[in-house]
């Protein structure tokens, strides 16, 4: 006895992607540091040393483009045809 094999069309190849965009960046404040201010009045004769010390202030940044996730799909769809072989 014969064995008889029915197959119907698919849905053929998809491609899928997800890349990244593009990263905008606008103003950084970073608290508004001045440094040091220093008032000197009146000074008489004589040396005079002035030291304001030292300011530092450091911005770190973690920026991600990333392209999220991509759904591809190829199904078969409807009203294929089948035939046997």
Do not use: E
């Not at 849905?11 to 899928?16: E, H, L, N």
């Not at 990263?23 to 608290?31: A, E, F, K, S, Y």
Request: hydrophobic share 40%; net charge negative; no cysteine.
């Amino acid at each position: 006895m014969a064995q008889d094999t029915a197959a119907a069309g698919n849905g053929g190849t998809s491609d899928a992607s997800a890349t990244g965009g593009a990263v905008g960046i606008g103003d950084l404040n970073t608290g508004g540091d001045t440094g040091a201010a220093i008032a000197v009045g009146d000074v008489a004769d004589g040396a005079i040393a002035i030291d304001g010390g030292s300011v530092n202030s450091s911005l770190s940044l973690d920026l991600s483009a990333d392209g999220g996730t991509a759904i591809s799909d190829a199904s078969g769809g409807d009203n294929n045809f089948a035939f046997v072989s």
